[in-house]
């Protein structure tokens, strides 16, 4: 379902009509509005988070809808990664991220009663516990795999800058939608999670590129980045659940 609804007038002093009202500066003051959203995020009682992955160049919009789908993929599309992040407080485990790698592997992960764990098709048999965890593990085995990001925005981002209203795009298979939101730029150290010789890895990306959506209501809606090296990502963000 697609919305072109207007930005509303976000001028009203009262944070119930203005979720940007307890933000000086409103949606313009970029970093203010990153910190909401992070604490919105980790607030939130459930998010459903898709992702996709490149490393030939920025990832097309229709990437997702193409790899979730029959549509061959040709030699001339990027190798691409797809997944999810879902986190459901009521649930057991309570947090799952899944991704189907490039190279055939598919990795989940999860976080159940405070415990990560994590299995794949080919390079971990079983389910492994992760005890003592990585700081890797950390990131991508926790609820916090959703504010990681914009954390990261704010801690490195040197020209973290607000570049207008507009409709963010969403293209997952069955959770097409645009959605009015304000457009965040700027470059920042992004940290590469990924998968290899059977654990989670971590590493340091400085220098990537990003654009950030957020809606009137102060949620993340897409994040994407572009790395020097040419990997990129993007996350759409489809619903999270009020405390």
């Given at each position: 379902?697609?919305?072109?609804?207007?930005?509303?007038?976000?001028?009203?002093?009262?944070?119930?009509?203005?979720?940007?009202?307890?933000?000086?500066?409103?949606?313009?003051?970029?970093?203010?509005?990153?910190?909401?959203?992070?604490?919105?995020?980790?607030?939130?009682?459930?998010?459903?988070?898709?992702?996709?992955?490149?490393?030939?160049?920025?990832?097309?919009?229709?990437?997702?809808?193409?790899?979730?789908?029959?549509?061959?993929?040709?030699?001339?599309?990027?190798?691409?990664?797809?997944?999810?992040?879902?986190?459901?407080?009521?649930?057991?485990?309570?947090?799952?991220?899944?991704?189907?790698?490039?190279?055939?592997?598919?990795?989940?992960?999860?976080?159940?009663?405070?415990?990560?764990?994590?299995?794949?098709?080919?390079?971990?048999?079983?389910?492994?516990?992760?005890?003592?965890?990585?700081?890797?593990?950390?990131?991508?085995?926790?609820?916090?795999?959703?504010?990681?990001?914009?954390?990261?925005?704010?801690?490195?981002?040197?020209?973290?800058?607000?570049?207008?209203?507009?409709?963010?795009?969403?293209?997952?298979?069955?959770?097409?939608?645009?959605?009015?939101?304000?457009?965040?730029?700027?470059?920042?150290?992004?940290?590469?999670?990924?998968?290899?010789?059977?654990?989670?890895?971590?590493?340091?990306?400085?220098?990537?590129?990003?654009?950030?959506?957020?809606?009137?209501?102060?949620?993340?809606?897409?994040?994407d980045y572009s790395s020097p090296d040419g990997h990129s990502e993007r996350y759409e963000f489809h619903g999270f659940g009020m405390p």
């Open positions: 379902m697609a919305t072109n609804e207007p930005l509303p007038d976000l001028t009203a002093s009262s944070a119930l009509t203005n979720p940007f009202a307890a933000t000086d500066g409103g949606p313009e003051n970029a970093r203010g509005a990153v910190q909401a959203a992070v604490e919105l995020v980790e607030a939130a009682s459930s998010f459903h988070i898709t992702f996709t992955l490149s490393d030939g160049g920025p990832v097309p919009l229709g990437a997702a809808a193409v790899m979730g789908s029959a549509i061959p993929v040709t030699l001339a599309t990027p190798a691409l990664e797809h997944g999810h992040a879902i986190y459901d407080d009521g649930a057991d485990p309570a947090f799952e991220h899944y991704v189907d790698r490039a190279d055939g592997e598919e990795v989940y992960r999860y976080e159940m009663d405070g415990q990560y764990m994590m299995t794949a098709t080919n390079a971990v048999p079983g389910l492994l516990v992760l005890d003592p965890p990585s700081a890797a593990d950390r990131y991508l085995c926790s609820r916090t795999f959703a504010s990681a990001r914009l954390r990261e925005v704010l801690i490195s981002s040197p020209d973290l800058a607000f570049a207008g209203g507009e409709q963010a795009h969403l293209a997952w298979p069955g959770r097409k939608a645009a959605h009015a939101a304000y457009r965040y730029t700027g470059t920042f150290t992004a940290m590469r999670a990924d998968f290899e010789d059977g654990a989670n890895t971590l590493r340091a990306v400085e220098d990537a590129e990003f654009e950030l959506w957020i809606d009137p209501r102060g949620y993340p809606r897409r994040f």
